[in-house]
């Protein structure tokens, strides 16, 4: 069935460096391509979105790039803070609308002072 | 300020027992989302809902069932509850046709014994 694979799984960094998390997604019809940050304990925040009509989107430190021939989007952090250490989900369409969403198995991010 | 709220954070109950989670949003969104989230599988849809009387199974709907009866709320319905449901069940909402959740509750964590 349609799928999306995250990597990697965890990530440490240290303060100041750049993060980059991937994400391959199966279904070439997929057209919608949230990221959601959750901390430890709280519930998910979308962070960034992008949709299939743009190749990269940013919004201050952080910005989302896609490549629909390869089928893959991926998450950029920089200058990364302690406050950016959670986990970070990426979700994409399954060609049955915006709503129905397949997410990520989640990147585990730590960043260290 | 957006608010998803769910009836309890944590809940415990027994095999065969009926089970009702409820959650509730203040921003008259139409979107409105039930997931559960396991270690290592990331979010997975079981249910959501794009207006009042209105739902659409996701991935994992076998077990539960829905209700929207009001457009500020959407209630989770474990039928007949099973070990295999203990998770951390998460609402979500937004607002749109081109979107997929926005907004998160809490959570509920529900452990059947």
């Known amino acids: 069935g349609e799928n999306v694979e995250q990597h990697p799984s965890t990530l440490s960094v240290q303060e100041g460096d750049s993060a980059v998390i991937k994400c391959t997604y199966s279904d070439s019809a997929s057209n919608y391509f949230p990221w959601y940050k959750q901390e430890l304990g709280k519930r998910p925040q979308l962070i960034i979105d992008i949709r299939s009509n743009v190749g990269e989107k940013k919004d201050q430190r952080i910005a989302v790039t896609l490549n629909k021939t390869a089928k893959h989007f991926s998450l950029h952090i920089t200058e990364t803070q302690p406050e950016d250490s959670a986990v970070y989900f990426c979700a994409a369409t399954m060609n049955t609308g915006f709503q129905k969403l397949v997410f990520g198995t989640g990147t585990r991010l730590l960043v260290s002072p | 300020d957006v608010k998803v709220t769910q009836s309890s954070r944590y809940l415990v109950k027994r095999t065969g027992e009926k089970v009702f989670l409820e959650c509730v949003q203040d921003?008259?969104?139409?979107?409105m989302f039930w997931y559960r989230q396991d270690p290592g599988l990331g979010l997975r849809l079981i249910y959501f809902s794009y207006d009042v009387k209105m739902k659409e199974k996701g991935d994992i709907p076998e077990g539960y069932s829905v209700s929207r009866e009001k457009k500020e709320r959407f209630s989770l319905i474990l039928e007949s509850a099973s070990t295999n449901q203990t998770s951390m069940y998460l609402c979500?909402?937004?607002?749109?046709?081109?979107?997929?959740?926005?907004?998160f509750g809490p959570g509920t964590r529900l452990t059947v014994l």
């Open positions: 921003m008259d969104h139409e979107n």
């Open positions: 979500a909402s937004s607002l749109g046709q081109d979107r997929g959740p926005a907004y």
